[in-house]
């Protein structure tokens, strides 16, 4: 591990300034990061992949409540940890998919520490990236991506690119974008926010590049809309063993039906994108119709329909239909 220096901010506006000031400094090549919970961030110092010259711990700053919101809706703060959003009355009660989704993730542990803006930032699992002896196109832009040719049983079908087929690892991503998440962000600039499906990019040819976010801003706060009246959802995650495993196949889905009629339907893909994956496709199969196994069956098809599996996860398509289609039935079938 690199030398680093550690400094503690006591709010938003000192994190954004010790930021300013370190990548400003006199260092070669200044790298600066926020440090909340560490559950990624400290692995990867371990590992060399991450390798910051500045480190700013932002896990005393009060961004770690959830509130309700004027029309309804929900602010959760940044640091908020992944086992008080999920067991939050407020997401218990109106956002289930979100609730489930993160009690399917890691352990007991790592979600008593993840908070909910690093969970945003988490990086891929992809055994190239973690591995600085190979070539790895997101951790070393320009030398290569060992995976297309390699161990990718677990990679994306979805979104990628000649430069890298990388999952995005989160679960909570994905219940996110069903939820149609907006991510609030601070900075030198000021402050915006951005809808969850514009805050994560596409690899195209620069994988290193994950998010909209810009170096020396801070993810404040998530909003979730007001639910829609009526609505279900459910979180279904498919992977190798039952706990403390990633998905390799997931989805996230958010109905509600009227007159026998899906009237409001959310459709978010884990495991297969190289982000949380939103599928209109699905979503426009299914709006109009009876919530049955035809509609569904409709649905699983056009989501997959321009997935381009790797030499080890063609299996992956087949898997990630049923897991929507499995999905839906459970959000739909009390809806
Ligand atoms: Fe790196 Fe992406 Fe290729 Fe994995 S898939 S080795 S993360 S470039």
């Known amino acids: 591990m690199e030398l680093f220096q550690l400094k503690r901010a006591a709010d938003v506006k000192q994190a954004l300034d010790m930021a300013q000031s370190a990548a400003a400094g006199p260092q070669n090549a200044p790298a600066v ?16 992949v991450e390798r910051p010259t500045h480190v700013i711990d932002i896990h005393r700053l009060a961004l770690d409540q959830v509130e309700t919101i004027e029309g309804g809706g929900v602010m959760i703060g940044a640091t908020v940890r992944n086992t008080d959003l999920a067991n ?29 803006g690093g ?10 990236f973690r591995d600085t002896a190979t070539p790895c196109n997101k951790r070393e832009p320009g ?24 999952t995005n690892p989160s679960d909570m991503n994905v219940a996110m974008t069903a939820l149609e998440a ?15 499906d514009d805050f994560f990019l596409l690899p195209g040819n620069t994988p290193e590049r994950e998010t909209a976010l810009n170096p020396g ?17 459910a979180y279904l995650k498919l992977r190798d063993r039952a706990s403390y495993e990633f998905a390799l196949a997931s989805a996230a889905v958010v109905a509600s039906v009227s007159s026998g009629k899906i009237d409001h339907i959310r459709i978010a ?25 035809a509609a569904f069956a409709a649905a699983a098809e056009a989501a997959l329909q321009s997935a381009r599996p790797q030499s080890q996860n063609g299996f992956k398509v087949e898997l990630a239909k049923r897991c929507i289609q499995h999905a ?8």
């Open 217 to 233: 801003e801070l993810i404040t706060h998530v909003t979730l809309p007001a639910p829609a009246p009526g609505n279900r959802s």
């Open 143 to 166: 030398s290569g991506c060992a995976a297309i040719e390699g161990f990718n049983r677990n990679l994306a079908i979805l979104g990628t690119s000649e430069h890298c087929i990388a």
């Open 269 to 293: 893909l884990g495991g297969v994108g190289v982000k949380p994956w939103r599928s209109h496709e699905a979503e426009a199969a299914l709006l109009g119709r009876a919530p049955d196994a």
């Open 182 to 196: 907006t991510v609030h962000i601070e900075g030198p600039q000021g402050k915006r926010s951005l809808a969850i």
């Open 119 to 128: 969970n945003l930032l988490q990086r891929t699992r992809c055994v190239y």
């Open 33 to 48: 990061r926020f440090l909340a919970g560490g559950t990624t961030l400290l692995d990867l110092m371990k590992l060399d």
């Open 88 to 116: 939050h009355p407020l997401i218990k009660t109106h956002y289930a998919v979100l609730s489930q989704a993160l009690l399917s993730g890691a352990s007991a542990q790592l979600r008593n520490m993840a908070t909910t």
């Open 328 to 335: 839906l039935t459970l959000a739909t079938q009390t809806a």
